[in-house]
C-alpha cells in the first residue's frame, strides 16, 4: 500500500457515509426478471424511519397520496450521512433529503404521476425497528432477521389474509396476526410496538403542518392526505 502525503497523515482513510457499490449480478437472489424492460410488478413500498418513540413497529397507509405524504414526512435520527446532530430526530424525505437534486414538492409530483400510470398500485407501509424503552434505552424489537416477520405480514395483508387495527395513523398489526413463534417478546412491549398515541400524534401533526409548509409546489393531493390525517388524530385525541 502506498504511503499517505504527509500533509495527510492523520487524515481519516475515508469519509464517515463512504459507500461501496457492487453490480446487482452479484446479488444470489435477485428475481430473474429483475431487468425486465417492460417492468415488474411491485407490491409494497417500505419507508423504514428511525425513530425511538414516534412509530409504531410498522403500520400500512391508505392510497398513492397518502403513501407519498407518507414518505414526505418520514423521520429518522439523525447518522453521518445526513446533516445534523449524530442521534437527533429530524424529517428526511424518502430518506432522501440529503441527496435530493430537485424541490420536494416537484418531486412528489413525479411519485404521483408514475403511480398515477400504473394498473395495480402498490401497498404503502412504514416500518421502525428502533423503539426504545425510555428509561434505559433498550430496543423493544430484536430487529435483524426477525424483521422477516414484519415483512411476512405485510405480504399478508396485500392478499388480503389478516386485517390488522385501523388507527388514525394506519393501519397496524394484531399481536395475533404476527408469527412470533420463538420470539420471547414481553406483552407490554408488543403493546407499544403495535400501538401509536394520539396525544402525541397531534403534537407530530403540528411539527409536520411547519415541514410541509417550507415545500414549495407541493401536490394539492399530499396537502389533503396531511388534513385528513391531523383530523382523524384529532378526533381520536379527544
Partial sequence: MAER??????????????????TLAN????????????????????FGGRARDREPLTRVVDGNAAGVYDGLTLGAEATFAAEGIDGQLRYD????????????GRYAHLWLDVLGRITEPPTFTH???FQREP????????????????LLWLLAYREGSVSGTQTPAGVVPTAGELDLTGLNIPHADLATLLSIDPEWWETEMQSRS??????????????QAHRDMAAAIATTAR
Wanted: aromatic share 10%; net charge negative; hydrophobic share 40%.
Fill in 127 to 129: 416500518v421502525n425497528w
Fill in 93 to 104: 424525505p424518502m430518506s432522501m433529503r440529503p441527496f435530493l437534486s430537485y424541490p420536494e
Fill in 5 to 22: 502525503p504527509a500533509d495527510r497523515k492523520d487524515a481519516p482513510w475515508a469519509h464517515p457515509n463512504s459507500r461501496f457499490t457492487t
Fill in 135 to 150: 428509561d434505559t434505552g433498550r430496543y423493544l424489537w430484536p430487529g435483524f432477521r426477525e424483521n422477516l416477520r414484519v
Fill in 27 to 46: 446479488v444470489t437472489t435477485l428475481a430473474p426478471d429483475a431487468g425486465d424492460a417492460a417492468g415488474v410488478p411491485v407490491d409494497l413500498v417500505i
Fill in 210 to 223: 411547519e415541514l410541509l409548509g417550507g415545500f414549495t409546489d407541493l401536490p394539492d393531493e399530499v396537502r
